[in-house]
């Protein structure tokens, strides 16, 4: 009897392990293409980049597509981020293990927010 309670508790386990949907949204940080090459370049020749790094493109008024591009990166990152943070979790709406396994994923994807 012990052995059929035991499987029991492991078939319901595993059924609500599976039932786990916390609809947690992946964010990427894209960085653009252009500061992407720079990082690499500055890695190759061992130093860290500065806004100074920049000025040629900053300083070229008539030329603000690079900087509408970085606006239009750091906005889309504002919303990816937003759309994480904002998650609301009612207790209510699930079991004790779907409520640990929504932390986790939701630690999870916070932890792997990184720039690429």
Known sequence: MNTI???ITELLFLLNQSQVNSDIPNVKLEADPEIKQRIA???KAGKT????????????KSDNDFLMRL???VNRWKQDIHQVIKLDRQISQGNVLQEINFWKDYETTLLNSKLI
């Open 5 to 7: 309670q035991n499987k």
């Open 41 to 43: 370049e500055a890695k």
């Open 49 to 60: 980049l500065t806004g100074e790094d920049f000025q040629d493109k900053i300083s070229d």
């Open 71 to 73: 606006q239009d990166n």
